[in-house]
């Protein structure tokens, strides 16, 4: 037999290559274990790695190259010998075994470990690169012998795309073995600016660097083709422009390398199963029997499972998968390039099983990658509209944005499903013209009754959108009594229009009777959108009130419907402005800070192409968080802003406008700015005469006294007097609660202790029932007696804790540290988790379900402070499952933001 001598020559190393420091001290010293196994696809830079490995350490190597031709016994271990004979060890007496391989295997193994051990001083390394080509039994259990039985001095090191067959687990509670995997070689941020430097003299900002990677995904290889391929043309820094056009050359360079180096090299029957599943963005063993029409699928899983190739679970129970986009996008291209019409046709069964699936959005989806039209349209006309009330209305309405014009006009049922689209994403004045159009067409067209009723209730909206008040509540009543007789899912909507007209009269019992009917009829006719609008609008008057329990306790109620509304299906990217601005308020009244963070951050991306009433919110809560966190500049920033958009729209929003004015007034007198603060509350009083609205007349008549506190104690007993008033007609607790607690503080200025007292302690009750946090640190000050005595009158000794914390201080250094600290938190990432307050720490339910091995370490990444993406490429999951995970974690433990989620998990003992 003539032996190939380059199969012994270890990979020869560029001199700019990146060095993997990380992965080498992974892989231990030479001796530390008996088997180090670096396993991942092609182009993940295994061999590169073990000879970058091999160069660290003081090690004799013995470097062996694997073709298809060694998986024999007689020709692996002539090569093994000969590998050997190479490195220095005499073996030259167990070159007769090999005559009879079958028989003498064992003897050669057990000869060749004698001879390593006969050498203690010298340590060798076995390389065999490309494993995966090897699958005899025979030789596979030879060198389990050997690693089982190998001296001190030995260490086999195994590059291969799929996992051997070895005892690995058995190895690895020994410590016998060290396996990395694909996600282990991924290059991190890093080790891709060492790449784009050393071999090109590049130096690339955050946001391009986050761009390569995620175009790359990491791959060694898909770094390689970026780094020799269009990049070398540019200067030493990179525009938009040129980074963009290198990306796009990349990823088709990327296409090509995955279509010859992984589609090709691949069994037929595992490429035919990639290339079928390819079109789907997921899939699990029924959809690939239903695409293969074969019964063989869970198979094919596990042997892709088995290959480490670019296959990654969506769950912890093995049930869905997706390709990783390298590879699927690779695959497409594929298809596209050498089998369209089969790209066409696997792609319509994927279709067809999720439409019969009932997972719509998926669907879509494809039908959109086909540009199949005529297709889209109808089953948008089918199901459309029963997408937009589960919440999915912007992926139907860039659904929609994609078919021809001219389709859409010619069909009134599409545009009935725009039209919804545009009011459920509140892009209010581009629906009277759409509507007019389309109450001319259903005369020449027949339509359902539904149809038509909803029809009616838009009319009745945009009545309301343009004040016409009366109007709306004649339709919405006329189209409740046509219900009466009907099972159109329509009811909810027509209340919460009720709602709205009540809530922009200031009539909140109403309105809350309106909005409480919405919720319960939404969860009946499964409107998903209704119910989290509804509930957003009724938690508002909550906060108002200042019913924040109450609030909360609704809250948890229905997000758990919320949550489990999707089940496997994906989540719809809506944020309902009024929900998240209720929570944002009433978190950071209670003083829990970072609740409220977690609820504010994502209202930001609203702020781009927002309706005016979504940006007065945003902008309104934005400048309450940073009052109530001392940051008073960037307040009144927030809400000068909030007031230019109700000026521009005064119209259109005033009769949803929150207090921003007086609630500017308060903010300049926490600043010191008394005397502007009093100006504005002046300008304020002349306008309010018209004004009937509880909200902004509380929060005037609260700034009022504020103002006047140890100055005007007969001014401040007036407007506590107005506040009890406005409580109980409005049965607004907060209003109830600021009345006891200014007339205590003007009864103190005027001396009347015996009265002070028991109006301090109506104040605290109300408040301790209600768990308010700030108002009582924002304006309490120095009192004639000991606050903390007050529990002798009733007042909880925690609450008092909680309240007394900084109340009527002036800053001290350290609370301008805080304050600064405070800045901080608003302006980055929410900072590490404080211990939860008194009310969050009783003692919470063992869990009804426990967190899988999976959400475990999700969370143990949270904790330490990973972004989504960060989590993902660590456990090499896609960013949508760790959401996923997130999502689980949340409904296990009952939280409804990453730090109340963390806070929880430490009472519940799952992290520290």
């Known amino acids: 037999m003539i032996v190939l001598e380059t199969k012994f020559f270890p990979l020869q190393l560029d001199e700019n290559i990146v060095i993997r420091d990380r992965l080498i ?33 003081n090690t004799r190597t013995c470097w062996l190259t694997l073709d298809r ?34 028989s003498n295997i064992q003897a050669l193994v057990s000869g060749l470990i004698n001879r390593v051990g006969t050498q203690p001083e010298q340590h060798f390394s076995l390389v065999l690169d490309d494993f995966h080509l090897i699958q005899d039994r025979s030789i596979i259990n030879s060198i389990t012998f050997m690693v089982d039985f190998a001296p001190g001095n030995l260490t086999l090191v195994l590059t291969s795309r799929n996992e051997p067959s070895f005892p690995y687990a058995r190895w690895k509670v020994k410590r016998f073995a060290r396996v990395l995997y694909s996600a282990d070689l991924v290059f991190n941020s890093e080790e891709t600016r060492d790449l784009l430097a050393k071999n090109l003299g590049l130096s690339v900002e955050s946001t391009q660097l986050e761009q390569i990677i995620h175009t790359t995904g990491g791959w060694a290889a898909a770094l390689q083709l970026l ?38 090299d691949l069994p037929e029957d595992l490429r035919d199963f990639i290339l079928k599943l390819a079109p789907a963005n997921r899939f699990d063993v029924e959809i690939a029997n239903a695409v293969r029409d074969a019964s063989d699928s869970h198979e094919h899983i596990a042997k892709l499972e088995s290959r480490n190739l670019f296959l990654i679970a969506l769950d912890d129970h093995g049930h869905w998968f997706r390709f990783h986009e390298l590879l699927r996008d690779g695959t497409l291209h594929y298809l596209k390039t050498r089998f369209p019409d089969l790209l066409r046709e696997y792609s319509q069964r994927i279709i067809d099983f999720h439409l019969g699936g009932k997972h719509y959005i998926e669907a879509i989806e494809l039908i959109i990658e086909l540009s199949a039209w005529e297709r889209l349209t109808s089953t948008l006309e089918d199901i459309g509209n029963n997408l937009i009330r589960q919440g999915y209305h912007l992926n139907i309405l860039q659904a929609l944005q994609q078919i021809p014009e001219e389709m859409v006009q010619k069909s009134p049922k599409l545009q009935v499903v725009k039209l919804w ?8 004045s581009e629906i009277p013209p759409l509507l007019k159009t389309v109450n001319k067409l259903i005369g020449k067209t027949d339509l359902p009754a539904s149809l038509r009723l909803e029809l009616d209730l838009l009319d009745a909206y945009m009545a309301r959108f343009s004040k016409d008040v009366e109007r709306a509540r004649s339709i919405t009543e006329r189209v409740l009594s046509q219900l009466e ?32 009917e919405a919720i319960t009829l939404g969860k009946l006719e499964q409107r998903f959108s209704t119910v989290k609008s509804s509930l957003g609008l009724l938690l508002w008057i909550y906060q108002i009130r200042g019913e924040f329990i109450r609030a909360l306790d609704l809250y948890r109620q229905v997000d758990v419907w919320i949550k489990s509304f999707h089940k496997d299906d994906p989540e719809p990217k809506t944020i309902s402005c009024w929900l998240n601005s209720s929570l944002i308020l009433i978190y950071t009244e209670q003083d829990q800070l970072e609740h409220a963070s977690g609820f504010l951050y994502p209202m930001f991306s609203l702020i781009q192409g927002a309706e005016p009433l979504q940006k007065m919110l945003v ?25 230019a958009v109700l000026e521009q729209n005064i119209e259109e929003i005033q009769p949803f406008a929150p207090p921003i004015l007086a609630t500017k007034a308060e903010t300049l ?15 304020i009083e002349e306008t309010a005469t018209k004004d009937n609205n509880p909200y902004r007349l509380q929060k005037l008549f609260e700034v009022k006294a504020l103002t006047e506190i140890g100055r005007n104690p007969e001014q401040v007993l007036e407007s506590s007097d107005r506040l009890e008033k406005l409580g109980k007609r409005c049965r607004s607790s907060k209003a109830l609660a600021l009345a006891h607690l200014f007339r205590a503080q003007a009864l103190a200025t005027q001396g009347k202790m015996e009265e002070t007292r028991p109006e301090l302690v109506k104040a605290l009750s109300i408040g301790e029932q ?12 120095s009192w004639p007696f000991d606050i903390s005595s007050l529990q002798q009158d009733g007042i909880n000794q925690s609450f008092l804790e909680k309240v007394i914390g900084q109340s009527g201080k002036q800053p001290s250094d350290s609370q301008e540290g805080e304050t600064e600290s405070r800045q901080q938190h608003a302006d980055s990432t929410p900072p590490d988790p404080q211990p939860a307050s008194t009310a969050d720490t009783e003692a919470l339910p063992e869990l009804q379900e426990p967190l899988s091995r999976r959400e475990l370490e999700v969370l143990e990444l949270i904790n330490q402070g990973l972004p989504n993406k960060k989590i993902a490429s660590k456990l090499s999951l896609a960013p949508a499952t760790i959401k996923a995970h997130i999502r689980n974690i949340y409904g296990k433990i009952d939280a409804t933001s990453r730090t109340d989620a963390l806070a929880k998990a430490r009472q519940l003992g799952l992290i520290r």
């Open 25 to 57: 001290e992974l892989m231990g010293q030479a001796g530390q274990f008996r088997c180090v196994g670096v396993v991942a696809p092609a182009g993940f830079g295994k061999s590169t790695l073990v000879k970058q490995w091999l160069d660290r350490n």
């Open 485 to 516: 007789d009907s099972s159109a899912p329509v009811k909810s909507l027509a209340y919460f229009g009720l709602g709205n007209d009540y809530f922009a009269l200031g009539a909140y019992d109403e309105a809350e009777k309106a909005l409480r």
């Open 619 to 643: 902008y309104f809560v934005q400048g309450e968080y940073q009052r109530l966190t001392s940051q008073y500049e960037d307040a009144i920033k927030s809400l000068d802003q909030a007031q």
């Open 421 to 428: 689209c545009l009011f459920y994403n509140n892009q209010f």
């Open 69 to 102: 031709s060694d998986n024999r016994p007689g020709t692996f271990w002539r090569y093994i010998l000969e590998c050997f004979k190479r490195g220095g060890l005499e073996v030259s007496g167990l070159f007769p075994l090999l005559q009879n391989i079958e």
């Open 227 to 264: 780094a020799h391929g269009s990049l070398p043309k540019m200067t030493e820094t990179l525009d938009e422009v040129d980074l963009s056009r290198a990306l796009s050359s990349n990823r088709r360079d990327i296409e090509d390398y995955i279509a010859e180096e992984v589609l090709d």
């Open 669 to 683: 007198w926490l600043m010191g700015a008394t005397s502007r603060a009093r100006m504005l509350v002046s300008e």
């Open 770 to 781: 209600n768990d308010y946090i700030q108002m009582y640190r924002l304006s309490l000050n």
